[in-house]
């Protein structure tokens, strides 16, 4: 659900998402996001969850 929100809000307000991305403060989270689903992937790679890639 976070992917499709942060699409969206890349598609509908551009200008205000690159203006986040300079601003240290606010472009943290963009990072903790990245980061989050990195340690989701990984935690479902150990249990043996995987999803074959077309």
Do not use: K, S
């Amino acid at each position: 659900m976070l992917v499709v929100l942060t699409a969206w809000r890349v598609l509908a307000y551009p200008q205000r998402v690159l203006e986040d991305l300079h601003v240290p403060a606010r472009a943290f989270g963009f990072f903790t996001g990245v980061a989050g689903t990195n340690v989701v992937a990984v935690c479902l790679i150990a249990l043996g969850e995987t999803v074959p890639v077309a």
